[in-house]
């Protein structure tokens, strides 16, 4: 079943202003960033981006930020970015801030065909305000439900042309997650190969999940915290 | 004298014991990594996928497909293994993570914590923070003892908004060592030269002092 198509641009080209996205990545790293760019030279507006965090002030979804492509972002962190918190603080853009855990699983029930979850995360907190609580075996937990997504944007490492994608450390992240939660999954990947070309045991989103699949180019990689040791001074000879 | 941030790691580093999964949050608790003990074995868990966190990369071997919760750059130890985020909070939620080290700005006596948001300030996000506090089973606490205005930090009920309820097992900070009790803040340890008069003074919450309050060693 060949899922391949040429390029991001094709690959966003039915996304309509409103529409509903799930981005992967963890910061910026695993981020689907042809895709982006794509949808910032699309220009789709009133977006409502489902995603970690909201990139920097000119990478990842910032740059969808900047052109405000985005009217609501739910994250679990939103960090430094200036053009963001602009945008918050002027009634632009609405923002859904909601634990780690609770973002990670309420993907994972979507993928799953769960409705709901129940997770103590955030009880006692304003988070539960308006929120069911169930108590099993005397501990607390909030009802919490499967995200709706039109289009779930992904990044993988390695994929193939049924869709069966792999991820690369920890650039895996929300991707895999992400990629079983959409109507519509879009994944792009460094390097893909026909179908039968990658061992079947190593598959992490089989192609199933998988609607259309590209390879990017020209990936920048970004590094938010680049942190090194200092190398140890050569041993001297004789 | 008080603790300085390292001082703070090392303590807590003393409460690793072998075989323990252990996640660290950002700031002083990343540091407790430099000072685990001779002999006593620990797997680094980071909330974004890796068990098995290893030091910084070398310069020049950076690796943007490998960081952590933090998004530095960072190595992996031998036996490491990389999940997805769902798998990793439910490694966290099922209670596998041994213990939780990370920063606060209030903690009460009864053990709420308070850390991801000040009213009236751009809230970031919580991130993984109310996850960790929710479910893990030992949460240690690393924090300056009082505010830059040297307010206490250690309160009968937090004042900001809460990150999880009657979860901090003890606390860490740069003038002592504390054990969250059903009574209230039991002190443990004093810093070196902190005196139980000046602990008692920073602490606004009940504070239990019983016998003779040994001084840390270092």
Redesign the interface.
């Known amino acids: 079943m060949n899922k391949a198509v040429r390029d991001a641009g094709e690959a966003i080209r039915d996304i309509h202003d409103g529409a509903v996205l799930m981005l992967g990545g963890f910061g910026l790293c695993g981020i689907p960033e042809n895709c982006i760019a794509a949808l910032v030279k699309k220009g789709v507006k009133a977006l409502t981006c489902i995603s970690n965090n909201a990139g920097v002030d000119d990478f990842g979804i910032g740059l969808m930020l900047r052109q405000k492509q985005v009217r609501k972002m739910i994250s679990s962190y939103v960090g430094e970015n200036a053009e963001f918190e602009r945008q918050l603080l002027s009634g632009e853009l609405e923002v859904e801030l909601i634990p780690q855990g609770t973002l990670a699983t309420r993907c994972l029930a979507a993928g799953y065909g769960m409705p709901a979850i129940f997770t103590p995360a955030g009880v006692g907190t304003e988070i539960a305000d308006g929120k069911e609580i169930r108590n099993f075996n005397g501990k607390e937990y909030l009802l919490e439900y499967a995200f709706d997504a039109d289009y779930a944007i992904v990044k993988a490492w390695k994929g193939d042309t049924d869709g069966n994608l792999i991820y690369k450390e920890t650039a895996r992240n929300f991707n895999p997650l992400m990629a079983m939660a959409g109507k519509i999954t879009i994944a792009e990947v460094e390097e893909l190969v026909p179908a039968g070309e990658l061992d079947p045991n190593m598959i992490h989103t089989p192609g199933i999940y998988v609607h259309r699949i590209f390879q990017g180019k020209d990936y920048q990689k970004r590094i938010e915290q680049r942190t090194v040791n200092p190398r140890p001074l050569p041993l001297l000879a004789g | 004298m008080a603790l300085t941030k390292e001082q703070i790691a090392q303590r807590i580093a003393r409460e690793l014991r072998d075989g323990y999964y252990v996640n660290l949050g950002i700031g002083i608790p990343t540091l407790v990594a430099n000072y685990i003990p001779e002999g006593i074995n620990v797997v680094l868990q ?5 068990l098995g966190m290893g ?14 919760a ?5 190595t992996t130890v031998p036996g490491s293994a ?5 798998m ?3 490694m ?2 099922a209670g596998k993570v041994d213990l939780t080290v990370l920063g606060a700005m209030e903690v009460s006596e009864n053990g ?1 914590i308070a850390n991801w948001k000040i009213p009236g300030k ?10 960790l506090v ?2 893990a089973r030992n949460i240690i606490v690393a924090m300056m003892h009082t505010n830059p205005k040297g307010e206490s930090k250690l309160l009968p009920q937090c004042a900001l ?6 979860c901090v097992k003890k606390i860490v900070s740069d003038l002592a060592v504390l054990d969250i009790t059903p009574q209230g803040f039991k002190l443990i340890e004093r810093a070196p030269g902190i005196s139980v008069e000046e602990i008692k003074a920073k602490t606004a919450g009940k504070l239990i002092v019983e016998g003779e309050i040994p001084e840390m060693q270092f």
């Open positions: 980071s909330e974004n996928g890796l030091p910084f990369p070398f310069e020049g071997e950076e690796d943007p497909d490998l960081i952590n933090g998004k530095q750059t960072i990389f999940f997805d985020s769902a990793s909070f439910g966290i939620r709420d751009m809230v970031k996000g919580m991130g993984g923070a109310m996850d929710a479910s908004p809460l990150t999880g309820v009657k």
